[in-house]
């Protein structure tokens, strides 16, 4: 099955910083990666997404990049706020990476 | 538009016992799937359904079962409840499944288990 291997754990930035987030997968099926923003106790939000004809994509101060060959993929927060302080999950399909606890101190 | 509804979000159980969790998928999805998030880790995939039918399924042991009913509603039962199995379950509907056109899917608000 599938394996998504996150990192790093934990990143701390201060505000104004830019943040990047890497993660790697084993199936070369894969072609749907979302990344998540979870919040303490609440649900995992989307909040990019990629599909595997796009190599990268952009949304306001978030960008993701996507290298089908060597199977990674990153999530880039630039100009980083106070709160963007929250868990963040990189996804192939189903399959979820660890999460990466980002805080951004003011 | 209603989003994915969860029920119910609070539930504690003692172990041995049988537990249903219920999830209402987004109004034109037809995929529901379900994950087990354990806390300060990852959502951990259980089960997808697409039209009824499994199409896919985690590493979790037989006690856990699922279904998906016509409305696309679906249940995940657990038997023989462990302290183990307290966590957030969630719910995620999509409109598809991977494939030429991918679709992305949104997460209910889950059900906190409890087994005491």
């Known amino acids: 099955g599938e394996n998504v291997e996150q990192h790093p754990s934990t990143l701390s930035v201060q505000e104004g910083d830019s943040a990047v987030i890497k993660c790697t997968y084993s199936d070369s099926a894969s072609n749907y990666f979302p990344w998540y923003k979870q919040e303490l106790g609440k649900r995992p939000q989307l909040i990019i997404d990629?599909?595997?004809?796009?190599g990268e994509k952009k949304d306001q101060r978030i960008a993701v990049t996507l290298n089908k060959t060597a199977k990674h993929f990153s999530l880039h927060i630039t100009e980083t706020q106070p709160e963007d302080s929250a868990v963040y999950f990189c996804a192939a399909w189903l399959t979820f990476g660890q999460g990466t606890i980002l805080t951004v101190h003011p | 538009d209603a989003g994915v509804t969860q029920s119910p979000t609070h539930l504690i159980k003692t172990r041995g016992q049988h537990v249903t969790l219920r999830c209402s998928p987004i109004?034109?999805?037809?995929?529901v799937s379900w994950y087990q998030q354990v806390l300060g880790q990852g959502p951990q995939f259980i089960f997808q359904?697409?039209?009824?039918?499994?199409?896919g399924r985690g590493n979790f042991p037989d006690r856990f079962s699922a279904r998906q009913f016509p409305n696309y509603s679906s249940e995940l039962n657990v038997n023989a409840l462990l302290l183990g199995d307290s966590a957030l379950y969630l719910c995620a509907s999509s409109l598809g499944l991977q494939g030429a056109l991918s679709y992305g899917y949104t997460f209910g608000s889950g059900t906190r288990l409890t087994v005491v």
């Open positions: 359904y697409y039209e009824k039918e499994e199409r």
């Open positions: 990629i599909r595997s004809n796009v």
């Open positions: 109004s034109g999805h037809k995929s």
